[in-house]
């Protein structure tokens, strides 16, 4: 078969071409063709399948995610917004840190362990393209029914994947969560997160201006793995008549990216780049077209000059293979010869495939013969936009009116000690030693809290003791009873982790999942839980700085819970002032703080005894987090706490348990005035945490909680070894701690 050369297709405009085939609507297609005034060539028509796929371009959530930018808080501490690989805030001390969440849940369920290992690849790369030298990962995973024969193929590989990739790299895997729900089944969530730091001068835009400049490819061969991945993968629904997609599952090579990491931060050190982009989804379809339309020009590319694995690919195999640990700079010419020195002494291929130029087009060519000539914009930023009908579904008000207050509650103190029993060993909340502990969480010797603690915590600065901590939370059940509650929940949440650990929360990335966009409820969803997430983020003034949407996440006509995972940065001036969630001192005051109600609609308690989701979720008073964060951060950095642990799934019976079994101390609990039993142990209220104070400090820190309006209410002592609540029942802790560990490494045995 001959080229299809710009020149062919302009004097060929009725030869068939497989839109249909690359994920291309009819509509899009036709659009291509006016933009270019002719039919696009097999590589046109390649870049753009890829680009305007749903994973790249946001066709039907932008119009949606433009409330982040709309309703953004004044925040003094955003460099770097949205638009950018990952968002920049400022840390003090002339830091900054860059963080971003994003999505590997197709990829990771065809292949758990490369899709899962090269999320982790991926994010690792975005954070390094904004000039940052990575330092710490989070994976926020949900899978399907704990006891499901599949979740044993997926989990593990998943697992095995992150731990492998993430360690090989070096980089402590200091948080994130693992939550079981058979609407996950066949379609479960690997988000993975990343932290980054440098100097504010340090910061890399991508971007290609200058006339001259060379572009270079550097870092692993291109190979035919990860063809359309992500890109095509991850913008339809799974199937069960289609045929596998393994190939288009990209294969990673950490130690081929450790070398990258290092080689690309050293000539970021003797600033020789330009302007970086990385390879991830779309490949060098996404890393030309966006550094072209970002810069003040045009671009040439050889892509016959391309370094290969495979000699067979074609143009369009090339322009779309998302093969990993690959990078794009533009150097300046008289700069090239340096860049190419330090390349070679970290052993990593580099070659210049281009320049940039004065003009205003992309421009590619395949051994002398022009197969791309396009306004980059057109493919990287000015892909379709989808206004997509959404409603309110029909049986969203027969959820809402399934009360979960209405569930039969325990009777005597012997059922209510055989729940608590019965929660703590459930699959959500039982430990996830299994999982963190395949993760190096310590390497490079930074890490100052890590799973199980509310947040992971990192030094960044050996002499100040400045530090970042950053949580990752969202509840598909709280979001499926109410999706603009639900995602100010997931904020609420993680900001109270952060607080909690005694950081102030800054910033937020978010990794949005949800089914398919063409369904009018899901639309609804998202519409409503993208709402709510920016009304609430203007409330706390945490500025959303870049994230990730996920749409498609169904398997048929069934979707998973609507998804909102929300990452929640935080800084903390001295990282010994750090908060812990463990009970480590016998008498220790144990203060409830904030209000309990009756709330168990998408309870853990609701779900683990009643198999029950329905009602109302807690209800969000973002005021009250606010003041709550206040007070946690506060108390840690003035000495009047020696534990804290912010209340939600599982309520107060859950915080204490882990608690207790993380520090080896029983308590002592005593249900307040004015509370049952029951609703003190299980509700899930929000804005509360469980405190333990030092009696030298109960006086001074009542009274900073009193002059500030914040319920504090006594309930219980640090003491013994079993969790006692006077009047109901006790439990010794060597039974809490063989239900709560035993669960996971019985399930996956």
């Known amino acids: 078969m001959s080229l299809d050369t710009v020149k062919h297709a302009t004097e060929t405009p009725d030869v068939e071409q497989p839109w249909a085939e690359l994920g291309l609507k009819k509509d899009e297609y036709e659009r291509i063709r006016e933009i270019l005034g002719r039919r696009p060539t097999g590589a046109e028509l390649a870049m753009y399948s890829v680009m305007w796929s749903e994973h790249c ?40 840190v860059t963080f971003k969440v994003e999505s590997h849940n197709h990829p990771s369920y065809i292949e758990p362990y490369q899709g899962a290992a090269t999320g982790v690849g991926g994010i690792v790369r975005d954070i390094l393209a ?71 001068e340090d910061i890399h835009l991508a971007k290609a201006s200058g006339p001259g400049n060379k572009v270079i490819l550097y870092g692993a061969r291109t190979g035919g793995d990860g063809i359309g991945g992500v890109s095509v993968l991850a913008s339809e629904t799974f199937d069960d008549t289609k045929p596998t997609k393994r190939p288009a599952v990209q294969v990673g090579d950490p130690f081929q990216e450790k070398l990258l990491i290092e080689c690309t931060l050293e000539v970021f050190r003797e600033k020789l780049v330009a302007g970086i982009q990385d390879l991830g989804g779309a490949g060098l379809s996404c890393a030309t077209s966006e550094l072209a339309s970002a810069g003040t020009g045009g671009m040439r590319v050889e892509l016959d000059t391309v370094p290969l694995r495979d000699a067979t690919l074609s143009p369009e195999e090339i322009l779309m293979s998302e093969s990993q640990e690959r990078m794009c700079a533009i150097v300046e010419p008289q700069h090239v010869d340096r860049f190419m020195e330090i390349c070679e002494k970290w052993d990593v291929i580099a070659t210049v495939i281009g320049e940039v130029t004065d003009g205003e087009r992309l421009e590619i060519f395949w051994h002398g013969e022009q197969i791309v000539d396009v306004p980059p914009g057109t493919v990287a930023h000015e892909g379709p936009t989808y206004h997509r009908p959404y409603a309110r579904p029909e049986w969203q008000d027969a959820l809402q009116a399934d009360d979960a207050g209405r569930l039969p509650r325990p009777a005597t103190a012997e059922e209510l000690r055989a729940q608590v029993l019965q929660l703590v060993s459930s699959p959500n909340q039982a430990s ?38 950053i949580a990752t939370d969202g509840n598909g059940r709280y979001a499926k009873l109410d999706p603009y509650a639900g995602a100010q929940l997931a904020l609420a949440e993680s900001y109270r982790n952060v607080a909690a650990s005694g950081a102030k929360p800054l910033a937020v990335s978010d990794c949005l999942n949800f089914g398919s966009p063409e369904d009018p409820a899901v639309m609804w969803q998202f519409a409503e839980a993208t709402r709510g997430l920016a009304d609430a983020c203007l409330e706390l003034g945490t500025p959303v700085t870049g994230g990730n ?57 609701s779900q683990v005894v009643h198999d029950h989701l329905g009602g109302l979720p807690p209800k969000v008073d973002l005021e009250r987090e606010r003041l709550l964060g206040e007070i946690l951060i506060a108390a840690s950095r003035d000495g009047m706490i020696d534990a804290a642990h912010d209340l939600s799934d599982g309520g107060l019976v859950q915080a204490v348990v882990e608690s207790c079994l993380r520090g080896g101390n029983g308590a002592r609990l005593i249900v307040p005035d004015g509370l049952d039993a029951f609703t003190f142990l299980f509700s899930e209220s929000a804005g509360r945490a469980v405190v333990a104070v030092p009696r030298s400090e109960e006086l001074r820190f009542t009274d900073m909680c009193g002059a500030r309006g914040l319920p504090a209410t006594r309930i219980g002592v640090v003491d013994g070894d079993a969790v006692d609540v006077q009047g109901e029942f006790s439990v010794p802790l060597a039974e809490l701690r063989e239900a709560y560990e035993a669960t996971i490494p019985g399930l996956l045995a």
């Open 57 to 96: 371009s946001y066709k039907s959530s932008k119009v949606h995610l433009k409330q982040f930018g709309e309703k953004a808080p004044q925040n003094d501490a955003m460099l770097v917004g949205i638009g950018e690989n990952a968002g920049v805030v400022d840390v003090g001390q002339g830091y900054a």
């Open 130 to 200: 904004m000039g940052a030298r990575p330092v710490a990962v989070v994976d926020p995973l949900r899978f399907g029914a704990a006891d499901h024969p599949d979740t044993k193929r997926v989990l593990p590989g998943v697992v095995a994947g992150i731990g492998g990739y993430g360690n090989c790299l070096g980089l402590p895997n200091i948080g994130g969560e693992v939550v079981f729900d058979s609407c996950y089944q066949g379609n479960p969530l690997v988000n993975a997160g990343c932290i980054g730091v440098m100097r504010h």
């Open 432 to 469: 996830k030693a299994w999982v963190t502990d395949q993760y190096d969480r310590f390497v490079q010797g930074n890490t100052v809290l890590a799973q199980p603690e509310d947040a992971g915590m990192v030094r960044i600065d050996d002499k100040t003791n400045l530090g970042v901590a």
């Open 549 to 605: 949407v996920s749409l498609y996440n169904q398997t048929g006509d069934t979707a998973i819970h609507p998804t909102p995972v929300v990452a929640v940065l935080g800084v903390i001036d001295d990282v010994t002032r750090r908060t812990p969630i463990a009970f480590a001192e016998e008498g220790q005051l144990l203060y409830l703080l904030g209000d309990t109600r009756e709330e168990f609609g998408g309870s853990a308690w």
